[in-house]
């Protein structure tokens, strides 16, 4: 034997190297692929901004909020159930501009929590290194937050509407304003989730991040309502239309009041009239569509 | 009592790279707010108090004062380099103190000088709203940061409390409640603001000495109460 191992040697050697294989068994389940990549990363992101999947206490604060933004609902439907009122005493399409407050917040909360992890840990290439692209990565961030406002914002709408047909409201009418609030908050939860996102992908710090993202949804309100109130007091009534378009509430305000049959919340109750209801809506829709492009080119920066 | 290096640090932490610019965005949009107004409506004290107080007052300065109270501390406990910080013989109070410090004025630079500025804008300092306005800014700035400082050492999620104190607390709930705004930093440094001017545009619920005793109490209690906190922090890993 010891004489044979060095003729054989060099015969086998050249042009027959070969990886040795040490009992790894090679993969032949099904390759679920790009969609499967792109559903599982929402469905996460979707869970995750409720907490679910997380631990405890990371999950108090969404679940607080949504417990907050539908109290309110349950207490004026006890209300209109037990006083037998003609007429639910909130509009479907004015609850959401009341709570404004409450959904700002989950939006500074849950943003971050989305985003700015995969940041600071650098494990966006890692996403990229399976077969999702960029724009699965941003498409299933922007949608699951975005759901999750919805739920979050159309939950006490569904309380309200179950409770008005509990006290046997005229139903054609009701499922009308329901269906109308619907539209209102699916509208205005693409426009936070985009707002929200692409402030909290610009920084890696999620404290820095949620500041951010409540200092613009409300510092815009602010100087947008100030703004307003005193064009209201100079009587100039065509500007407060006008400058409603520079804050993201005020915004959806502008829209539901306009087409989806809602009395506007600006100051003199005056919302804007058809044909500047068609430049919110295209307002609303631009910035959807800035907020998905700029996190697209963002992630095609940070992705590398 | 106070070292520079600390404060060296955290000047850095809050100021470093491109967060200057935005934290200085807000007091811009301010001045800018102020010029439109003017424009729009003319030299009027009654507006002028109106944007100061409901903007300046009572917007920007708890966000800035989240922003730099917390981001004074927050981050380094959150990443766990607090550790290096904390392992030099220096005394935990004094970080604390330094980190105050530090706070406080970045507070003041970003919400106080603009404000000023806005108030000689909107109005020429007219019934000494400007002076007033800022008077009240630059005490709320103290006591908004030691507030705000102390829930970075006690929470991890600092930033959301402090905003939920500062927006639904003191805005909601002292709009509806009444009572809620005795325990309102806000209604406090509008007492002060209410001496200073000495007219009827500015008013608070709270007299003037029991707000500047709750505001010497706030602010050294949250100020000892962060320094015991640090004396015995527990580092947690990212949950």
Redesign the interface.
Known sequence: MATEQPMQTPATAPGDTRIHNIGYRSYDGPRLGRSYARLSLYSQSLRGSYGLG??V??KV?PMLLFVVMCVPAAIMVAVAVATKAKDLPVDYTRYAIIMQ?VIS?YV??QAPTSVS?DL?FKTVPLYFSRPIETADYVRAKFAALASALFILTAAPLLVLYVGALLAKLDFSDQTKGFAQGLVSVALLSLLFAGIGLVIASVTP????G???V??VL??SY??VS??Q???E??S?GD?IAWIGLFSPITLIDGVQSAFLGASSAFPGGVGPSNGEGVVYVLFSLGLIAASYGLLVRRYKKVGM | MYDPTVARLTYRALLGRR?AL?LGA?PL?LIA?SL??RA??GADDQ?AA??LG??AL???VP?IG??AG??AI??EI??GSVVYLLSKPIKRPTIIYTKLIVAIAVTMVFSAVPTLIAGFVLNGNGQQVAVAYTVAALVASIAYAALFLLLGTVS?????FG??YA??WE??FGSLVPGARTLSVQQWSLAVAQEVSGGELITSDVGLTTATILLAAVTVLATWYAGQKLRALTLAG??
Do not use: C, N, W, Y
């Open positions: 997380r631990s206490k990371s604060l407050a917040l500074a909360s992890r600071r710090r999620r404290g820095f949620i500041a951010a409540i200092a409300t510092i602010g100087a100030t703004l109130a005193i064009a007091t100079q100039s500007a | 967060r935005i807000l949009l707010i439109a107004v729009l409506a507006t109106d944007v409901g903007l009572a917007t920007m966000i989240v922003i917390t981001g927050g981050p959150d990443d991890r999620h600092a930033v959301v905003l939920v927006l639904v805005a909601l990212e949950e």
